[in-house]
T-cell receptor, first 120, second 116 residues
Framework: ETGVTQTPRHLVMGMTNKKSLKCEQH?????MYWYKQSAKKPLELMFV???????ENNSVPSRFSPECPNSSHLFLHLHTLQPEDSALYLC???????????????????FGPGTRLTVL | TQLLEQSPQFLSIQEGENLTVYCNSS?????LQWYRQEPGEGPVLLVT?????EVKKLKRLTFQFGDARKDSSLHITAAQPGDTGLYLC????????????????FGKGTHLIIQP
């Protein structure tokens, strides 16, 4: 148990469906992340939220839409996905040291168990 | 070209043997982390190394950060079936973008299987 929960754990959806992934962290962290993990590829960073503001988009297609209503919750809204979007979607959180610590503080992240998404 | 190259990609050995896996890059990092991921779960942080030449031990696992802070290794002594998993190295990208939280850049990982 890492203190980061994700629901649902498994999701199967058609290309025309709309669904949302949910992440909740109980660690008091101020930064949250979405990653995509596909077979034979490294974990790919999708979105970063720090202090509830998005700080990086990373050129993710617009069919993925993140939402961070507060520092404990993060959503990933899915719309008209493609079969190649099938993957494990991981949420993570960390305590961002902010501008004062910059790159000195290691970005130690705590991951949830992931949502296994299959797009038919 | 990947920022972090991990080798080997797959390793299957017998219980009790020793092994070393590697994480290499041409970039310099301020810190590097090792995670282990088991099937159906997210990665779990094992260690963070910060200083060039640093060695950290976690029971039978020994982590080393290269002197130039471009590479790292993980050595497991007397491997056990419970060590089976995907071992990932990760680092903050070397380019400084002005502060704030950053996501991590990951290697592809080493799939390790320890057979009883």
């Amino acid at each position: 148990e890492t203190g980061v929960t994700q629901t649902p754990r498994h999701l199967v959806m058609g290309m025309t469906n709309k669904k949302s992934l949910k992440c909740e962290q109980h660690l008091g962290h101020n930064a949250m992340y979405w990653y995509k993990q596909s077979a034979k590829k490294p974990l790919e960073l999708m979105f970063v939220y720090s202090l509830e503001e998005r700080v990086e988009n990373n050129s993710v297609p617009s069919r993925f839409s993140p939402e961070c209503p507060n520092s404990s919750h993060l959503f990933l809204h899915l719309h008209t996905l493609q079969p190649e979007d099938s993957a494990l979607y991981l949420c993570a959180s960390s305590q961002d040291g902010g501008f004062t610590s910059g790159r000195i503080k290691p970005d130690e992240q705590f991951f949830g168990p992931g949502t296994r998404l299959t797009v038919l | 070209t990947q920022l972090l190259e991990q080798s080997p990609q797959f390793l299957s050995i017998q219980e009790g043997e020793n092994l070393t896996v590697y994480c290499n890059s041409s970039s310099v990092f301020s810190s590097l982390q090792w995670y282990r991921q088991e099937p159906g779960e997210g990665p779990v942080l094992l260690v963070t190394v910060v200083t060039g030449g640093e060695v950290k031990k976690l029971k039978r696992l020994t982590f080393q950060f290269g002197d130039a802070r471009k590479d790292s290794s993980l050595h497991i002594t007397a491997a056990q079936p419970g060590d089976t998993g995907l071992y990932l190295c990760a680092a903050n990208p070397p380019m400084y973008s002005g502060g704030g939280a950053d996501g991590l850049t990951f290697g592809k990982g080493t799939h390790l299987i320890i057979q009883p």
